[in-house]
């Protein structure tokens, strides 16, 4: 509801991690939601990724922590080093705070957990296109020619290559980035660093890494995401993607092995990235949200963590206004606040690993890894990392009960992975 109690129809363009986190709050809150997908039917697309803190955050206040950490794997340290073997990032959660980790997630667990929660009131229409939204009278005009009107609020989730989002206003920047990636998903088997994303890179011209993402529901296999950087000029080149598995035997051989015992029948599959800067997350009655607004690299990790705190951004604005011009405002200000850190340190830092610069991959190998180290340095990327840097100087303070439960949990996670717990329990089991 709203502060004056009342109950909006809203329409949720898109049900990708913002649309879906978008829909829990806003029927939770008694609104009446109505989502649009164009895809005709449901299921996630899409690598593994990476959640952060603050995005385990809302996942509890969403009650799908339990089942986020169930299937998850945890992440402690995000390693990488160069073909030489220097370390060029070495960070890990527990010099922030010993109960912090990240969770490494396969798209399709997170979808199938957040499309599980929604219940009571859920309406998901599939296989509907939007082609223009009317932003003055709350209304979706889809492929077909259909009209779906009458709303109060019209949230656009539609992605980072969103059509919808120069309805509501001029990107101040919007455009894709030169280079992409191209991954698989690959039994996780024996791989010895089980709590770690690990990268290992040739300059800025190859980059290669894999992030445990544990389990999905029906699937009890733990898998890691595979991610080979190249030009995105390059990425649906079957002649050069094809190569891969050479370049990779040299760059990475413990990886190679991983991969030689999967199969990938379709290979490897391409992924691009968008950077898109908004002045104007709003228009009349609709709104910008997650990869729509603000776009990013995904070199930190943070577009996921950013969709679930825009829908929930999105709520408290909503509970505390009555009007929904004002609350569309204060909730551009509270999260372009909280981004503009994230979006800067994104477009610094992609060329720095994806890119022809050689002199500038020159410098990362010989100053980031010591730069990181520094007492004041290592603080600051923490924060960056675990997405609890807010505006450029400002803390996202995580709750008491939600650092127990994570502390409790993590614990957990490390004597499950223990040798030595590993031992007790086949003692239990003879
Ligand atoms: C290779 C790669 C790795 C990444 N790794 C991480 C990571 O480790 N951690 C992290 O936090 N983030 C990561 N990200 C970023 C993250 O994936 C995105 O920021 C996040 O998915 C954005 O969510 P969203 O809901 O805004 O958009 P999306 O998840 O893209 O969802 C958009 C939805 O809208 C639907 N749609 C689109 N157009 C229409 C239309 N016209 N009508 C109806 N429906 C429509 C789409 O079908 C889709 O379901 C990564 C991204 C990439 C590409």
Redesign the pocket.
């Known amino acids: 509801m709203t502060q004056s109690g009342n109950r909006l129809r809203i329409a949720i363009?898109?049900?990708?991690?913002?649309?879906q986190a978008a829909a829990l709050y806003l029927s939770a809150d008694g609104h009446e939601v109505d989502v649009?997908?164009?895809?005709p039917v449901l299921g996630p697309v899409?690598?593994g990724?990476?959640?952060?803190p603050v995005?385990l955050l809302v996942l509890q206040e969403l009650g799908v922590l339990p089942g986020a950490l169930a299937h998850g794997a945890v992440i402690r340290r995000l390693y990488g080093e160069n073909a030489a073997g220097r370390p060029v990032m070495d960070m890990r959660y527990g010099e922030l705070d010993q109960r912090l980790f990240g969770l490494g997630m396969q798209r399709g667990a997170l979808f199938s957990l957040l499309d599980a929660a929604w219940q009571e009131g859920r309406s998901v229409h599939c296989g509907?296109?939007?082609?223009d939204v009317d932003s003055e009278r709350g209304s979706l005009i889809a492929a077909d020619g259909c009209v779906h009107d009458g709303y109060d609020l019209v949230v656009v989730?539609?992605?980072?290559a969103?059509?919808?989002r120069s309805k509501i206003g001029r990107p101040v920047l919007d455009q894709p980035y030169p280079w992409g990636?191209q991954?698989c998903l690959v039994e996780q088997g024996d791989w010895v660093a089980a709590n770690e994303l690990r990268q290992r890179y040739v300059a800025a011209r190859r980059m290669a890494g894999m992030?445990p993402v544990g389990t999905r529901p029906g699937d009890p296999v733990p898998r890691m995401s595979f991610?080979w950087s190249m030009p995105a000029d390059r990425l649906q080149d079957d002649a050069v993607a094809g190569n891969w598995r050479d370049d990779l035997e040299n760059l990475w051989p413990q990886a190679a092995q991983r991969l030689a015992a999967t199969v990938i029948p379709h290979g490897l599959l391409p992924?691009?990235?968008r950077d898109v800067v908004h002045a104007q997350w709003s228009r009349g009655r609709a709104v910008l949200?997650?990869?729509?607004a603000h776009?990013m690299s995904?070199q930190l990790?943070?577009?996921?963590?950013?969709?679930l705190l825009d829908a929930r951004g999105l709520r408290d604005a909503l509970r505390a206004r009555s009007n929904i011009g004002a609350a569309l405002s204060d909730y551009q200000a509270a999260r372009r606040h909280h981004l503009r850190a994230y979006h800067f340190w994104s477009r610094w830092l992609t060329p720095l690993f994806q890119s022809e610069h050689d002199l500038a991959a020159k410098f990362r190998d010989l100053a980031f890894h010591p730069m990181s180290r520094l007492p004041g340095g290592r603080g600051q990327m923490l924060r960056i990392l675990s997405g609890t840097r807010r505006g450029w100087f400002g803390r996202f303070a995580l709750p008491a009960d939600f650092l127990n439960v994570l502390s409790e949990f993590g614990t957990y996670a490390d004597n499950r992975m223990s040798p030595a717990y590993n031992a007790s329990l086949d003692q239990v089991s003879e």
């Open positions: 363009v898109g049900y990708g991690t913002g649309g649009f997908e164009r895809a899409g690598a990724f990476l959640l952060q995005g509907i296109d939007i082609v989730a539609d992605g980072a969103s059509r919808l990636a991954w992030l991610f992924a691009r990235y949200l997650g990869d729509a776009a995904p990790g943070q577009g996921v963590n950013m969709a």
